[in-house]
């Protein structure tokens, strides 16, 4: 006060719903033009516009943060879980918990012998058309793709889900969408590359284990247990009983009239003992969301 020669002085809070966030203050060397009572009210007054101002400017950087934080995370983590992370409910440590899901496994058929005809820039432009319509109808339908292994997707429904029969629903309305998807598809990688996809779908329900795994410098979120191996294995079944998309004798269960059943079969599963019952969905009879293109919905090709 005295080396700055101040002779009048008004300090004010900067105050939001009883939040200070910090202080203006205004100060005069003019002894003659000393600040009032009137001078404080009009102060007062602009502090507060000020404080509303500084308050929004907080608001916009962290919700820019926080847009930043979640898109960032949407690349490894699946959509409920970096929610999770993003309210302190969920830690990014090494560790699982387990939980009901839905485990879908699809893989293109014959990829391997059909890449080694072809230039590879033509195998990574098909691939990145083919996921880029596969991901989408797993998305929209409430799943998460826990890991591309190749041409293969492991996708996990249920993170988010109330009850198994809904998780179940899920997944197989994203894999009929896949199947309506990858028929326009078709159409665009037949006149590009003059070859076609063909793809299998596995579907199956349990109890898993989801977690982050791996080492402290390498994690990956993922799902692990008998109920991802068994979907895998139901994937590669379609191959033999011939048809699209497979699903267990649970999820049948839990689906009853929900779905459109066609053939099936008892087929025994590499590495399994005794015969799995599985049977193939031709269709839904509940209305799925607007977003999941089905059989026989056009819409345009990437």
């Known amino acids: 006060?005295?080396?700055?020669?101040?002779?009048?002085?008004?300090?004010?809070?900067?105050?939001?719903?009883?939040?200070?966030?910090?202080?203006?203050?205004?100060?005069?060397?003019?002894?003659?033009?000393?600040?009032?009572?009137?001078?404080?009210?009009?102060?007062?007054?602009?502090?507060?516009?000020?404080?509303?101002?500084l308050k929004n400017a907080n608001l916009n950087k962290k919700n820019e943060e926080q847009a930043t934080i979640k898109s960032n995370l949407m690349r490894f983590l699946p959509g409920p879980v970096v929610q999770q992370v993003l309210d302190g409910q969920l830690d990014l440590d090494l560790g699982g918990r387990t939980c009901h899901g839905t485990i879908l496994f699809s893989d293109i058929i014959g990829f391997t012998r059909l890449s080694e005809t072809m230039h590879p820039e033509a195998v990574i432009t098909m691939m990145n058309a083919y996921f880029s319509r596969m991901v989408p109808c797993i998305q929209g339908n409430a799943g998460s793709v826990d890991k591309f292994m190749g041409d293969g997707i492991m996708a996990i429904f249920g993170l988010e889900r109330a009850t198994a029969a809904e998780a179940c629903r899920d997944a197989v309305a994203a894999g009929l969408g896949m199947l309506g998807s990858l028929r326009e598809l078709n159409v665009y990688i037949s006149k590009q590359f003059d070859t076609e996809f063909r793809i299998g779908i596995g579907v199956h329900v349990g109890s898993v284990i989801i977690g982050e795994m791996g080492h402290p410098q390498k994690m990956q979120f993922t799902a692990i247990g008998d109920v991802v191996n068994i979907a895998s294995r139901i994937e590669s079944a379609t191959k033999e009983v011939g048809v699209p998309l497979l699903v267990s004798a649970e999820v049948r269960a839990l689906l009853g009239d929900d779905v459109q059943w066609g053939v099936s079969q008892r087929v025994n599963l590499k590495g399994k003992t005794g015969e799995h019952l599985l049977s193939e969905v031709t269709g839904l009879n509940i209305e799925v969301p607007e977003t999941t293109p089905l059989p026989g919905v056009t819409t345009p090709v990437p």
């Open 1 to 53: 006060i005295v080396s700055l020669k101040i002779r009048s002085a008004m300090t004010l809070p900067l105050v939001v719903e009883d939040e200070i966030l910090g202080l203006l203050q205004i100060d005069t060397p003019d002894r003659s033009r000393a600040f009032t009572k009137d001078d404080l009210e009009l102060a007062l007054a602009v502090t507060q516009f000020a404080a509303m101002a």
